[in-house]
């Protein structure tokens, strides 16, 4: 089954009656998460929350720029907040592992 959100598109994956995700970004960039689903809605609600979270952080790093090359911000607090983002999206975010490497 596969879904369009963001731009983004979401594919299921059926391991054993339960419901993985693959999200495909227009340049061809995939994640997905390693948690396993009951059923194919709680899926895609799981893919469209991280696509969100995603583009968040790429949001919040346009506006730290902006602060930053506005003096607003220190380069040592744009540095810890860009960490912060990027620690984020390790957790949240990783590879597809059905992906071919």
Not at 2 to 13: A, C, K, R, S
Not at 54 to 61: F, G, H, I, K, P
């Amino acid at each position: 089954m596969t879904e369009f959100y963001q731009g983004w598109m979401i594919q299921l994956v059926v391991a054993e009656a339960q419901f993985q995700f693959i999200c495909s970004s227009p340049t061809g960039e995939e994640l997905t998460n390693t948690t396993v689903y009951p059923n194919q809605l709680n899926a895609f609600r799981a893919a469209f929350t991280l696509i969100d979270r995603l583009l968040a952080c790429y949001a919040l790093r346009l506006v730290l720029r902006e602060i930053f090359e506005a003096n607003t911000l220190s380069f040592e607090e744009w540095e810890k907040l860009n960490q912060f983002l990027d620690y984020t999206a390790r957790v949240q975010f990783s590879r597809s592992p059905f992906s071919p490497k």
